[in-house]
């Protein structure tokens, strides 16, 4: 072996070990389930055995709004931030649409904390100081955090959450990690780590009600890590049923609804299974939009979903749900359609959904 061979081998060597190092300082290694805190101010009164409870689900992408191609898009562009007279203009759109709807409960996903995309901000406390006489409490909790991301458009920190926040009190709070695709540190500093951020709403009576916020992770050709995801999310749901615990789950899915696959352009069908592992969900609880709205007659009322893509005029697709316990009652439900479009490249989820009573 030469002496030019020994050195680069040895270089070579120096470099992996100073990775993997770099990796397991400033990538996230989270337990498969923790306690997250819960922040509430004064003492609101809990859920009523009955009571209708208003429901809204919402990805609002980071507060980066739709004047952007974002080069992770599937019209591959070049941007790799939002201004900041953008994340503050959308900020207060997010904030005036939450306003507005007043629900009861908001499941907000792609919310970032201390990433350097979006200057650092702690966007659910930003959201807080403009909703704060609405919503008493509230948890979060990391899907995707990173010192350094080395990837060339990002090449700094990442911080994207899960956020809940409530009318009504939270007892606890806890994240459950869901199946990933990173397999050793190097990779966690690259790869989001997908879980349910599983928030406990006292009733009246001793009883207590799950709602569950999610982001599953987009669709792979080749791989099954979205469909293990979803069995992982209905081995969690089967469990609050087993124990009589009402519960309700919202997020992007990232899946499409029965018979929406053969609607999209051929070019876009790429990016979905044709046959949709929700079916792991929707085959045993409700969900919202059903099957039969999301592809019926009306369906273009149920679109969530509004790529940012020159290519694209408006919402194309369903992406986001609401699912809830058989033992919570449906009263009404619709898609945001209105005055959100330019916002996120997702669309508000709104439902009424009416709690057992009193047994």
């Known amino acids: 072996m030469t002496r030019l061979l020994r050195n680069v081998l040895l270089l070579l060597i120096l470099l992996l070990a100073l990775l993997w190092l770099l990796a397991n300082h400033l990538g996230w290694q989270p337990a498969p389930r923790e306690s997250v805190p819960v922040a509430c101010q004064g003492n609101p009164a809990p859920l009523q055995p009955g009571q209708a409870l208003k429901v809204m689900t919402w990805n609002v992408q980071y507060l980066a709004g739709k004047r952007y191609v974002f080069w992770y898009d599937q019209g591959h562009g070049d941007d790799t931030r939002p201004s900041a007279e953008d994340l503050a203009f959308n900020l207060d759109e997010v904030a005036r649409v939450i306003r507005t709807q007043q629900p009861d409960l908001v499941l ?154 053969r609607r999209l352009p051929p070019a876009l069908r790429s990016a979905y299974p044709a046959d949709s592992d929700l079916h792991l969900l929707w085959d045993k609880y409700p969900m919202i939009p059903s099957n039969a709205e999301a592809s019926g007659a009306e369906r273009d009322a149920w679109l969530t979903h509004y790529p940012n893509d020159p290519a ?17 009652l449906r009263q009404d439900a619709q898609v945001l359609q209105q005055d959100t479009l330019q916002i996120s490249d997702h669309l508000p989820v709104f439902a009424r959904l009416q709690l057992p009573p009193r047994s």
């Open 108 to 261: 907000l996903q792609e919310l970032d904390k201390n990433a350097k995309a979006t200057d650092y901000q702690d966007q659910l406390a930003l959201l807080r100081e403009r909703l704060a006489d609405l919503y008493p409490c509230a948890a979060q909790a990391y899907d995707w955090q990173a010192g350094l991301v080395p990837d060339r458009h990002i090449l700094g920190s990442v911080g994207r959450t899960l956020a809940t926040l409530s009318r009504y009190p939270i007892s606890k709070a806890e994240r459950l990690s869901l199946p990933n695709a990173a397999s050793n540190p190097l990779q966690r500093l690259l790869q989001p780590q997908p879980a349910l951020l599983v928030s406990y709403l006292p009733i009246e009576g001793g009883a207590r009600l799950a709602v569950l916020n999610t982001r599953l992770s987009p669709y792979q050709p080749g791989s099954d890590l979205q469909r293990r995801q979803v069995s992982h999310v209905a081995k969690v749901l089967d469990r609050l049923e087993g124990q009589g615990t009402p519960w309700l789950i919202g997020g992007d899915f990232n899946l499409l609804p029965l018979g929406q696959y």
């Open 312 to 328: 694209a005029s408006g919402p194309d697709r369903t992406l986001d749900y609401l699912l809830h316990s058989p033992r919570l």
